[in-house]
């Protein structure tokens, strides 16, 4: 390792970790200042204000926003991110579980997405004007410009009209698909683009020249060429996952991370609220690292940028 | 990169081939077209349930989460139970008792040769262990205040092993229905945690299941988190069918968590699930009971339900709502506002039809607590329009709007629930309905939790919501219509009643409560209802239908207006083998 590689790597790391603590503290700020608390289905039972008293002191709600956040913090120096009223079970133990089946889902979208948008990118990319890029880009424009909760719904209306993909629980088609696709729109857009840039290019238009068959121009040269600019996008597309996740989680109850966040918010879940954001954070910050350091790798440039 | 990108792509191709094949062998099986079968129970198979929620834990006493309430239903066993499809008090582990001359002390004799799931004789020691946890101020149980009357514990003593005394501190008109809900839980498992003050955590989620020792029909076996809860029959079940045979009929029953209502729905229609976990909505009836024609649904109407959203004032004195707008809390305004909403429009645009116009907090669904006979003020804009002006408010600039005595449009909000869309669209036809007699509304949608918060702050000028019965038992009403009820949702947790009508109804509730006389705590509460009528701190308009969609296979279903509507019972469901395609899961 280069020593500016290796400075490059300590600043991301620092920026990763600023980065998890800003975003877990604002949600468990932002949660603990909003109207309610974890005990509005207790008070929607009728429960009288001694038992409500109870349960708040209970929950560490009879304290200030600053002491929970102070609270909270404290715990997470010895990995305690506290327990879940909604689930009674250790923050920790929660998300991990979670975290595992968005991961999971995550993987394997991301997988389709990349076997999906890279090639069809070098196809349509490779010939601009053909009948497989006249039909795949208006596609891949509107798959990119669709929310994943939508994509979600649409895809679970079309499963259960059909019945070409399950709709029971545990089933990955439908998850799976409606994180993908759009991120394979977004790269194969992405990879055409630089395809047909990498096509242009005076070596490779020389080549071609000199009788280079067009296939081997395309998939030995062009390609690899072109993929360079397409893997910076990695990062942000993790993140976009990660995201989407939340909503598609929801609407196909996948039991990931996203749905867990969106549980901790609807009961007002303080602990869990920030256990998921510091997670989803990290997975975040991650993937932002893995893109950067692979972009720094292959491009000694992005290195001094940064 | 090293390595050819053609290889790559063959390679990536490889992949979307095998993702695909990963993803079809992810299709159910062929879906159901099974037809009910008769009522001939046929011991095995599962029954797949849906649930919104997960348990925090499983058990009863320390939580008021519904899905506790369902394991509680299925791992748990109760000394008596008010049968839901019968509304009768049914003996359970006491199999008979006997009141005392006054009325105050009842003798429960227990069943003979009832065990735990584990194999553990029950005892009256067990009974009372379960009162000692219950009232144990160091539990704090959130449900104790079921199980008090008058505000105090009712007293448990165990004459030797089969019989149990329980005395009330003042007369109960209920009488021993107030253990319905109770679990009778094990001594023997859960002594050491009540002894050490652990008593809260003992079967938090996550327990080992094993440790989830009962007397109910089932044992839980497997809690997959934000997935579903597995149970499987306890062979030490106590009761017996009519032929004799030990019950449940079913081997097992899952509880899958769908925290979506329509992904629940599309679970029904797809066949991946037997049973939903409420009612379902009047938009999903044409197209499940087309399915149920086809012989793959069946649809139940189980009666008018208990809960009834409100527009209830926010009556406090001194509320920041009224302070600047003191016609807001006038009872003209609220007759007013009763008249000027057309009950049937809402009947007909909201509920699509599925539910009745209702003039109160108590509907048809109480039965014979239920006064038929109420005021029913008619929808009458002209009288709606000199109420207003009675209670101050004119078009004082004859813009079509009304205004109050200081010139300021007459103006209020409506704050109710978000994601409630029949909620949402009942407060936009009343939104709608004011208009016409020159009332501005603005509706505000919350969230339950700030929507409570807004509450207990009295951060609004009115609410649209609802609660839930968990009893047709007026008792169990007690802290919406009691003046110091933290549910008396216009003015709540008074030290004394704060008007003479809400003085009055406190003395007929108690009345009613505390009353043997089943026909004269009827006629008690029928006078409170006719009261609240009057008064109308709160405005009804409609009481939905229950409609139950369960799937053809379901055998044994008594559904209920109650939560849960099936799975109450869940000791008598089978699957209905003759059914076509009814395989076990």
């Given at each position: 390792m280069t020593p500016g590689l290796a400075v490059f790597l300590v600043r991301r790391l620092l920026a990763g970790v600023l980065f998890v603590f800003v975003v877990s503290l604002s949600a468990l700020t932002l949660a603990s200042l909003s109207?309610?608390?974890?005990t509005a289905e207790l008070a929607i039972a009728g429960a009288d204000a001694e038992t409500l008293a109870a349960a708040r002191a209970r929950l560490g709600l009879d304290r200030s926003p600053a002491e929970q956040v102070a609270a909270w913090v404290a715990g997470l120096s010895h990995f305690d991110m506290g327990q879940s009223s909604?689930?009674?079970?250790?923050v920790s133990t929660l998300v991990f579980e979670r975290a595992l089946q968005t991961g999971r889902l995550a993987a394997l979208a991301l997988l389709l997405a990349t076997a999906i948008g890279l090639p069809l990118g070098i196809l349509t990319g490779s010939r601009p004007g053909g009948g497989l890029a006249g039909v795949v880009a208006p596609v891949s424009v509107a798959l990119v410009s669709v929310p994943p909760l939508v994509g979600a719904l649409g895809l679970l209306l079309l499963a259960a009209t059909t019945g070409w993909l399950s709709v029971a629980q545990g089933a990955l088609g439908v998850p799976t698909l409606a994180l993908a696709l759009p991120i394979a729109a977004m790269l194969e857009r992405l990879q055409s683009q630089a395809t047909r840039e990498a096509m242009a290019a005076p070596d490779l238009v020389a080549a071609a020249a000199r009788g280079v068959p067009a296939h081997r121009l395309v998939w030995r040269h062009a390609a690899r060429q072109s993929l360079r600019p397409v893997l910076g996008i990695y990062g942000l597309v993790i993140g976009g996952l990660f995201s989407g996740s939340l909503a598609v989680e929801f609407v196909t109850s996948w039991p990931g991370l996203g749905r867990l966040m969106y549980d901790a918010l609807v009961a007002r879940d303080l602990p869990l609220i920030a256990g998921c954001a510091l997670c989803g954070a990290v997975l975040i910050a991650l993937g932002n690292a893995v893109a950067d350091v692979m972009r720094a790798v292959v491009d000694p440039r992005a290195r001094s940028a940064s | 990169m090293k390595g050819s990108p053609l290889k790559i792509v063959v390679l990536l191709l490889v992949l979307v081939v095998g993702i695909s094949v990963y993803f079809a062998s992810d299709r159910p099986a062929d879906s159901r077209n099974s037809l009910r079968s008769n009522e001939k129970a046929e011991f095995g198979g599962a029954l797949v349930a849906t649930y919104r929620s997960e348990p925090?834990?499983?058990?009863?006493l320390v939580s008021i989460q519904a899905a506790v309430d369902v394991v509680r239903l299925l791992t748990q066993e109760s000394l008596?139970?008010?049968?839901?499809?019968?509304g009768q008090l049914e003996p359970r582990l006491a199999g008979e008792w006997t009141p005392s001359a006054d009325g105050l002390t009842w003798t429960l004799h227990l069943r003979e040769g009832v065990r735990f799931s584990d194999g553990t004789p029950f005892t009256s020691a067990d009974v009372v262990f379960t009162f000692q946890a219950l009232y144990d101020p160091a539990v704090a149980?959130?449900?104790?205040g079921n199980f008090e009357v008058d505000g105090k514990a009712l007293v448990v003593a165990a004459p030797d092993a089969e019989t149990v005394t329980i005395t009330f501190p003042a007369p109960y008109g209920p009488g021993l229905a107030i253990?319905?809900?109770?679990p009778m839980l094990p001594a023997h498992v859960l002594g050491p945690a009540l002894a050490s003050g652990t008593f809260r955590d003992?079967?938090?989620?996550?327990?080992?299941?094993?440790?989830?020792?009962?007397?109910?029909p089932f044992m839980l076996v497997e809690h997959r988190s934000g997935e579903r809860l597995r149970f499987e029959r306890?062979?030490?079940?106590w009761n017996v069918d009519d032929d004799g045979q030990?019950?449940?009929?079913?081997?097992a029953i899952e509880l899958r968590v769908f925290p979506e209502q329509n992904a629940e729905i599309l679970q029904l229609e797809s066949g991946a699930?037997?049973?939903?976990s409420d009612a379902i909505r009047p938009e999903d009836i044409p197209a499940l009971t087309r399915r149920a024609e086809a012989g793959a649904l069946q649809i139940v109407?189980?009666?008018?339900?208990?809960d009834a959203d409100g527009l209830w004032f926010?009556?406090?004195?001194?509320a920041a709502a009224t302070?600047?707008?003191?016609?807001?809390?006038?009872t003209a305004f609220r007759r007013a506002l009763s008249m000027a909403v057309d009950r049937q429009a809402i009947v007909d645009t909201v509920y699509l039809g599925e539910a009745v116009a209702l003039?109160?907090?108590?509907?048809?669904?109480?039965g014979d607590w239920y006064?038929?006979?109420?005021p029913k003020p008619p929808h009458d804009l002209a009288a709606a329009r000199a109420l207003l002006a009675e209670a101050g408010l004119s078009d004082a600039d004859g813009d079509g709007m009304l205004d109050d005595a200081s010139g300021a449009p007459a103006r209020f909000s409506i704050l109710t629930q978000a994601g409630h869309t029949i909620r949402q669209r009942t407060a936009s036809v009343v939104q709608e309905e004011l208009r016409k007699v020159g009332l501005s509304v603005d509706i505000e949608s919350a969230d339950p939790q700030t929507l409570v918060g807004r509450f207990g702050r009295g951060q609004y000028d009115t609410i649209y919501f609802g609660f839930q019965a968990?009893?047709?038992?007026?008792?169990?009403?007690g802290a919406f219509w009691m003046?110091?009820?933290?549910?008396?949702?216009?003015?709540?947790?008074?030290?004394?009643?704060?008007?003479s009508w809400e003085a009055r109804i406190d003395d007929l509730f108690n009345q009613q409560a505390t009353t043997l006389d089943r026909a004269e705590r009827i006629r008690l509460f029928a006078e409170a209802q006719r009261l609240f009528a009057t008064e109308l701190p709160m405005i009804h308009f409609a009481a939905p239908r229950v409609t139950i969609a369960m799937n053809g296979?379901?055998?044994?279903a008594r559904p209920?207006?109650?939560?849960p509507p099936v799975l109450w019972n869940a000791e008598q469901l089978f699957v209905a083998t003759g059914a076509p395609g009814a395989p076990g899961r």
């Open positions: 109207p309610g608390d974890a909604r689930f009674g079970r250790p | 925090a834990g499983y058990n009863s008596v139970r008010v049968n839901r499809a019968t149980s959130e449900v104790a253990l319905d809900g109770l003992a079967w938090r989620a996550g327990t080992p299941a094993s440790s989830v020792v009962g007397l109910g306890n062979d030490h079940f030990k019950l449940p009929y079913l081997d699930a037997d049973i939903v109407n189980a009666g008018i339900s208990p926010n009556l406090v004195p001194d302070a600047s707008r003191p016609w807001l809390a006038t003039f109160g907090p108590v509907t048809p669904g109480y006064v038929a006979d109420l968990g009893t047709i038992d007026p008792v169990g009403l003046s110091s009820g933290p549910l008396h949702v216009w003015n709540p947790g008074q030290a004394s009643p704060e008007t296979r379901v055998g044994g209920s207006v109650l939560l």
